[in-house]
């Protein structure tokens, strides 16, 4: 059993603690600077407090799980508490350094690399979780927590870390805004967005089958058809937003991936 302690409740906080709860080793306490706010994970974690002089103080593991602006002042809050001296203080950030817990003997990182939300629980079992660690009892413990929910546990620098958390951005937060901008063009002209959803579960499905994304692409513009980009363009002339997009992602694919062009 790891005693957990997770300060955040918000939409990585909340994975973790069904996700530990679900391994028979539930949080023992969630800490959020306002109350009602944690109130959805009562009866997943032992306690849940508001103020930072009741977080329990013999810990194995605290976990600072809230945005990457607040995970400084969080650090610097939780340094006010005596922990005992092994405990580990780690944040879950894809980007933010490890030196943002400064003051903290044995501090970490311990980085899901999925895309969450508190709506939809899921199962950590094959989501990468990246740790970054000092020292030879950190690694230990942090990977011994990070087995508890997954069997795809990485130790990874700070540095590849950071960078890999740009990937994780394009494919995921930019390739749901095109569904947002293709959702608001069906709207203005009157489609029916849910045709397209076998479409966008069919592009990732082919991720199982391609080791190498190129070879998934599809679409006028790998094909160098001049005659529908065209019709394309002129369509989107309504929608200058739209058709900025269009044509960069057009430029840079007959670019990249078009030998004929």
Same mark, same amino acid.
């Given at each position: 059993?790891? %005693? ?11 994975? +973790? ?41 013999? !810990? ?29 203080? !780690?944040?879950?950030?894809?980007? $933010? ?48 927590? $990070? ?20 990937? $994780? ?29 076998? +479409? ?22 790998? %094909? ?24 960069? +992602? ?12």
């Amino acid at each position: 059993m790891i %005693r957990i302690v997770i300060l955040g409740s918000g939409n990585m906080a909340t994975q +973790l603690c069904h996700n530990f709860y679900n391994s028979q080793n539930k949080v023992i306490q969630v800490y959020n600077r306002t109350y009602v706010n944690a109130k959805h994970l009562e009866s997943i974690c032992d306690t849940i407090t508001d103020n930072i002089d009741d977080v329990i103080d013999d !810990a194995d593991l605290y976990i600072i799980s809230v945005n990457d602006s607040a995970i400084k002042e969080i650090s610097l809050e939780l340094r006010k508490i005596e922990l005992n001296p092994s405990a580990i203080v !780690a944040h879950t950030s894809g980007s $933010a350094s490890i030196s943002l817990l400064v003051g903290h003997h044995n501090p970490g990182v311990f980085y899901p690399l999925q895309s969450v939300n508190k709506e939809r629980i899921l199962d950590f079992k094959e989501i990468p979780i990246l740790l970054t660690v000092k020292g030879n009892i950190v690694t230990e413990k942090l990977q011994q927590a $990070a087995n508890l929910i997954s069997n795809n546990v990485h130790l990874v620098k700070d540095d590849y870390r950071s960078r890999m958390h740009i990937p $994780a951005v394009l494919v995921n937060n930019f390739t749901n805004y095109m569904y947002i901008l293709a959702d608001e063009y069906c709207k203005k002209e009157n489609l029916d967005f849910n045709l397209l959803r076998p +479409l966008i579960l069919e592009t990732a499905e082919r991720m199982k089958i391609f080791k190498n994304p190129k070879d998934a692409q599809t679409g006028p513009a790998v %094909r160098n058809d001049h005659t529908t980009l065209s019709k394309h363009r002129s369509q989107l002339n309504k929608y200058p937003e739209i058709k900025l997009v269009y044509n960069y +992602l057009t430029k840079c694919i007959k670019r990249d991936l078009n030998e004929n062009s």
